[in-house]
Structures are given as C-alpha cells and as structure tokens.
C-alpha cells in the first residue's frame, strides 16, 4: 500500500500562494488516482481536487475553480497542489489521498491511503 506524507502548509496572507507537495513511498504511485481533501475547524471533509493515474484529466471543485490547480509528477512520486489568491475560508488542514480511480474521490469509496495533513492559515 502506498504510503503518503503531505507538506508545503503554513501561514499565509489573503490572496497570497502557497504549494502543497504529497510525497508517496513504492512502486505503485502511478497506478493510484491522487487527490486532495481538506477539513476546516468545525466543518466536514471536503474534496478540494483530484487527478486520474496519468495526470490527463482532474477534477476541481467549484469553490476553487480558477484559484488551486492539482498536478503530479509520477517520475518523483509526488502530487502537487498548487494554491492562488487565498482567502481566510481556505483555511484547514490538507490531506492527500491515493485512490482506486478519479470516481473514487467524488464517491468517497475506494481510497487506498491517507497522509497525516498539512496544516494552511491563510489571515485577512
């Protein structure tokens, strides 16, 4: 099983940027869709992006279409999420996750493996 670990999170202020990087560990990394959730204080998970096994296709949600863009780089076993024009409401913790297939992240079923978060603070 893939084994996944976040970083990148921090303090940043409105409308700045920053880059997640979600490193995995073995052979498979490919073979995995990957994406990333987030969990604010106080709230439910929720799918922030995703990116099938190849990178050809994604999935963003609405709430950060045109600000965050999820890529990766499966020669490095690294997915990336790179996040633009920050508002306070993007504040939470950021996990990654590796799944069975891009559907699976929008159906929640069928996800392999979790990394322990990264925490963003983004102040107004």
């Known amino acids: 099983q893939v084994q996944l670990v976040e970083s990148g999170g921090g303090l940043v202020q409105a409308g700045g940027s920053l880059r997640l990087s979600c490193a995995a560990s073995?052979?498979?990394?490919?073979?995995?869709?990957m994406g990333w959730f987030r969990q604010a204080p106080g709230k439910e998970r929720e799918l922030v992006a995703a990116?099938?096994?190849?990178?050809?296709?994604?999935y963003n949600a609405d709430f950060v279409k045109g600000r965050f863009t999820i890529s990766r780089d499966n020669a490095w076993n690294t997915v990336y999420l790179e996040m633009n024009s920050l508002k306070s409401e993007d504040t939470a913790v950021y996990y990654c996750a590796a799944g069975r297939s891009l559907a699976a992240f929008t159906t929640g079923n069928d996800l392999d493996a979790w990394g322990q978060g990264t925490l963003v603070t983004v102040s107004s």
């Open positions: 990116i099938s096994e190849s990178g050809r296709s994604t």
């Open positions: 073995g052979r498979t990394f490919s073979s995995y869709a």
